[in-house]
């Protein structure tokens, strides 16, 4: 089993900046991508960013390029998303998600998620 606990998430102004961070513990080693996924009230839950545990290679969605990173600290080993210039319309329950097979942009493609962390971006 893997255990992902997110963190980082909370109330900013549009405009401002969080970072969330995504703890993983258990048989990491059987995880090879990671990615972030968010859930907005009413709407289905759709994919933001992921990238895998070794290589550079990153995926994100286009409504998010330019102002999201994803990155990855292996040693402890925890994921962050850097989320910057935000927007009202990113309010969301974030979720970190692991895949033991490779990076996708499909929540089906995963098979650990942690339990959410709220962000509230004000007008």
């Known amino acids: 089993q893997v255990q992902l606990v997110e963190s980082g998430g909370g109330l900013v102004q549009a405009g401002g900046s969080l970072r969330l961070s995504c703890a993983a513990s258990?048989?990491?080693?059987?995880?090879?991508?990671m990615g972030w996924f968010r859930q907005a009230p009413g709407k289905e839950r759709e994919f933001v960013a992921a990238r895998s545990w070794i290589g550079s290679s990153t995926f994100y969605a286009d409504f998010v390029k330019g102002r999201f990173t994803i990155s990855r600290d292996n040693a402890k080993p925890t994921v962050y998303l850097q989320m910057n210039s935000l927007k009202p319309e990113d309010t969301a329950v974030y979720y970190c998600a692991a895949s033991t097979r490779r990076s996708t942009m499909t929540s089906t493609g995963y098979d650990y998620w942690g339990q959410g962390t709220q962000v509230t971006v004000s007008s």
């Open positions: 258990g048989r990491t080693f059987i995880t090879n991508a």
